[in-house]
């Protein structure tokens, strides 16, 4: 069974606690995205990291690789003398299938022309305890969504399009081979603490539109580099709507925007999928924790309570303050007020 039920169970035991503490740690409410990033820290911090500036070390809850990625990092692997792999771990054969005539026929073409390639994957996969998709098994990010993605879950892949599992609201960061043996034996896997990107849905999609027509949008906004540093974060009514086929696929274009990763907070939708995969026992512990596994409720405020505010501090927003005008126009104008 591809499920690992147990390793979920003892992620979904520590949130609770481990986001009380980054709550305390942060002073107000947390995004998804923070509570992810805070549950699989290393250590927590005495302080804030400073977005898109710290670098912060991360045990992630599983490793998958791709066929073409995988063959140098496992070689690093082995080198290591670990007897197993330290955290759940796959190897996928997808990307050496090349796609020219129709699928019988181009996997029979890989089979041949890839032949010592995929052995040595399978025989080093096997010796390790690492999971192995053959060559036909599927693409690598579908088997992982449909075998592997939970929400609230963190994992790295050799592949830039990872975060397709924020579909089911899990963190995926696409990193290097390198990176991936870290994490296989065992080793903090170091991340620059990202940079978030709220992106509010409203209402559903009409007549021929689909969820690739938001992340197109999306696209037209922000560019290819828009969301470089950042993590993508998706919630509000319209994200109810979408399947979690949808979202997977507004996640996996996220690496378009050149975003660290995106992701959608648990619902419904989630639930459904993870049903009609044979996974009813991961959406039952899911709605058990649910508030851990979304943003903390949007604050409302009454503007009409407030007066100016200052802006002071190294880049986050909760670091404004009210200040008078009187003040601000002392400090920063470029003449001496008069005193008449």
Known sequence: MAFDFDMIRRVYARLPERIAAARRILGRPMTLAEKILYAHMAELPSTPPVRGKDYVEFYPDRVAMQDATAQMALLQFMSAGIPRVAVPTTVHCDHLIRAERGAKEDL????IENDEVFNFLASVS?????????????????????????????????????PNAGGLGMMGVGVGGSDAVDVMVGIPWELKWPKIIGVKLTGKLQGWTSPKDVILALLGKLTVKGGTGCVMEYFGPGARTLSATGKATICNMGAELGATSSVFPYDEKMAE???????????????????????????????????????????????????????????????PQSKG
């Open 108 to 111: 029979q073409t890989a089979l």
């Open 126 to 162: 096997k010796k390790y305890g690492i999971g192995f998709w053959k060559p036909g098994a599927g693409i690598i990010h579908q088997v992982v969504l449909e075998n592997y993605a939970f929400p609230g879950g963190m994992m790295i892949g050799t592949d830039s399009h990872t």
């Open 273 to 335: 999928y993870l049903a009609v995969t044979g996974r009813e026992e991961i959406a039952s512990m899911a709605q058990k924790i649910a508030p851990y596994l979304i943003m903390d409720e949007e604050v409302e405020q009454n503007p009409e309570k407030y007066g100016p505010h200052a802006y002071q501090g190294d880049g986050s927003i909760c670091q404004c303050s009210p200040r008078p005008f009187a003040h601000l126009i002392y400090r920063h104008t470029s003449r």
